[in-house]
């Protein structure tokens, strides 16, 4: 199994910029696919981006495209979401979720129910 701890959340003005982290700690923690989610209050779980260990490479939502960028570090057991340019509606719970599928479709990587793993999430906070 793996373990997955989320850190750098925080609160920034729209238009800031912030980097969470997700360490993994387990064997073979380096093998995993690592996505982020997100929940806002009264919303339900969202896909924000994935770093992958198949043909799908990086996948993005929609609404983070241009402006968030997902990483592993040179350890290879951390996945960063860089997020700039935030706007109020990126508040939310951020968590990490981890899968060691290799998935056909990069669109699936998007789904929940595709991850073994959650950590505890980062509360990430933009003001107008």
């Known amino acids: 199994q793996v373990q997955l701890v989320e850190s750098g959340g925080g609160l920034v003005q729209a238009g800031g910029s912030l980097r969470l982290s997700c360490a993994a700690a387990?064997?073979?923690?380096?093998?995993?696919?690592i996505s982020w989610f997100r929940q806002a209050p009264e919303k339900g779980r969202e896909f924000v981006a994935a770093?992958?260990?198949?043909?799908?490479?990086?996948v993005y939502a929609e609404s983070v495209r241009g402006r968030f960028t997902i990483s592993r570090g040179n350890a290879q057991n951390t996945v960063y979401l860089q997020m700039n340019s935030l706007k109020p509606e990126d508040t939310a719970v951020y968590y990490c979720?981890?899968?060691?599928?290799?998935?056909?479709?990069?669109?699936?990587?998007?789904?929940?129910?595709?991850?073994?793993?959650w950590g505890q999430g980062t509360q990430v906070t933009v003001t107008s």
């Open positions: 979720a981890a899968t060691l599928k290799q998935l056909s479709s990069a669109s699936w990587y998007s789904r929940a129910q595709e991850y073994d793993y």
């Open positions: 770093i992958t260990r198949s043909t799908a490479g990086t």
């Open positions: 387990g064997r073979s923690s380096s093998r995993y696919s």
